[in-house]
């Protein structure tokens, strides 16, 4: 149980082109689920938390304008990146919190596989 | 300021041994801390997490210490296998419960046959 999905895995696209990634969960509900992105080498860096019905919290130093994010729905969230530029190339993940109804959360984040994004 | 460490070196170990990796942080106050493992090129996958009333965690060949008086968090990986090669992250919470975890850079662990 507890499997989160993202699609795509992998998108090359060209500069200032704007790019979608989903994140499902898919046999549970998430209220809140979580963007981060990661560097090679480095550790995961938490982008914004994206809330069911709500808008999402960005990071200091995330551009909201620039990293949309939209949760529809209670298993899907999605991350835009709009005008994509090459230092936007990274491997974007996302995670969400098991709702277990009644307002009781699981503490520990079930992540997706990752989506490498590489902006030419 | 706050600081989440773990030791950027690789830790390599011979099959068979304990492998004992470090997580230290300073200027949190987490209510829990968690273990994931990241394989390259994949999102992180959970392990164990560990409340700040509990001193050790267990679960199969993994253990997890938790001493909030020093800021530390010690993972254990016995009788360790080439399959348990991996980074291992550390995350705490940073919003006393509210689930915004903040990573550690990671321990690449390589467990040689």
């Known amino acids: 149980g507890a499997v989160v999905s993202q699609h795509p895995s992998w998108v090359i696209c060209k500069s200032g082109t704007s790019v979608k990634i989903e994140c499902r969960s898919l046999d549970f509900q998430a209220t809140t689920m979580f963007w981060y992105r990661q560097f090679p080498k480095q550790s995961l860096m938490l982008m914004a938390t994206?809330?069911?019905?709500?808008?999402?919290?960005?990071e200091q130093g995330v551009e909201k304008d620039k990293f949309l994010i939209n949760h529809a729905s209670l298993t899907l969230s999605t991350l835009t990146v709009t005008s994509a530029h090459p230092e936007d190339s990274s491997f974007y993940i996302c995670?969400?919190?098991?709702?277990f109804g009644q307002g009781a959360f699981t503490d520990t984040q079930y992540f997706g596989p990752g989506t490498r994004l590489t902006v030419l | 300021s706050q600081k989440i460490e773990q030791n950027s070196e690789a830790l390599n170990i011979q099959e068979g041994k304990t492998a004992t990796l470090t997580c230290n942080y300073t200027n949190y106050s987490p209510a829990y801390l968690q273990w994931y493992r990241q394989d390259p090129g994949r999102g992180p996958v959970f392990l164990l997490l560990i409340r700040e009333n509990e001193k050790e965690k267990r679960k199969e060949r993994l253990k997890v210490t938790f001493d909030t008086t020093l800021k530390q968090s010690l993972f254990h990986i016995t009788a360790s296998q080439p399959a348990d090669s991996a980074t291992y992250l550390c995350?705490?919470?940073?919003?006393?419960?509210?689930?915004?975890?903040?990573f550690g850079a990671g321990t690449r662990l390589a467990v040689h046959p």
């Open positions: 994206s809330n069911e019905g709500s808008k999402a919290t960005y």
């Open positions: 995350a705490l919470d940073s919003s006393g419960g509210y689930n915004k975890l903040i």
């Open positions: 995670s969400a919190r098991a709702n």
